[in-house]
Antibody, heavy 120, light 107 residues
């Protein structure tokens, strides 16, 4: 069974940076697109970013474009999200999820999430 | 961007009831819609993919139907463990988008 474990969340000041990680096991990591989805307190799910299986292509929501960078290390079965210029509205639980063969596939497995709080 | 209008936003039902949630897309997304169950403190769980296919291991009381712009998610006989928030998700086009969620409670 696929397991995804996020880490790296915490409290950061506005304008600060944070790097999230997602460790994957139970499937051939390099075969699948991977994505980040977030949920702000009391709100619904919001897609953040996705990366192709090889890492060659990345896509972002307008709300994070230019501030967040998604990447992956297929040799270590790990997905990353580098977040810079953080704002209060980035406060959320961040989930990584396993996609399919392409970036327009559903998300079959999700991690348990890591909380990011942006506050002074 | 494809907008997904999910309704109702909340729902109270009794154990054994049939529960229906709808999701309407702002444009034709063919069959490219998933349904997820999300419980507090957990990651979302995929229940239905490609609008009507049930994920492995998911109880058969869960089902989905529809194509194009109109989709339906059904729980045929509500169980206490089904208390959660349910989301639809379209993956026909980037950016991925989600419905607003339906919070399901036991009456």
């Amino acid at each position: 069974e696929v397991q995804l474990v996020e880490s790296g969340g915490g409290l950061v000041q506005p304008g600060g940076s944070l790097r999230l990680s997602c460790a994957a096991s139970g499937s051939t990591f390099s075969n699948y697109a991977m994505t980040w989805v977030r949920q702000a307190p009391g709100k619904g799910l919001e897609w953040v970013s996705i990366i192709t299986s090889s890492g060659a292509s990345t896509f972002y929501a307008d709300s994070v474009k230019g501030r967040f960078t998604i990447s992956r290390d297929n040799s270590k079965n790990t997905l990353f999200l580098q977040m810079t210029s953080l704002r209060a509205e980035d406060t959320a639980v961040y989930y990584c999820a396993k996609g399919g063969a392409t970036v327009t596939d559903g998300f079959g497995y999700w991690g348990q999430g890591t909380m990011v709080t942006v506050s002074s | 961007d494809v907008q997904l209008t999910q309704s109702p936003s909340s729902l109270s039902a009794s154990v054994g009831d049939r529960v229906t949630i709808t999701c309407q897309a702002s444009q034709d997304i063919s069959k490219y819609l998933n349904w997820y169950q999300h419980k507090p403190g957990e990651g979302p769980k995929a229940l239905i993919y490609d609008a009507s296919n049930i994920e492995t291991g998911v109880p058969s009381r869960f089902s989905g139907s529809g194509s194009g712009t109109d989709f339906i998610f059904t729980i045929s006989s509500l169980q206490p463990e089904d208390i959660a928030t349910y989301y639809c998700h379209q993956y026909d086009n980037l950016p991925h988008t989600f419905g607003q969620g339906t919070k399901l409670e036991i009456k």
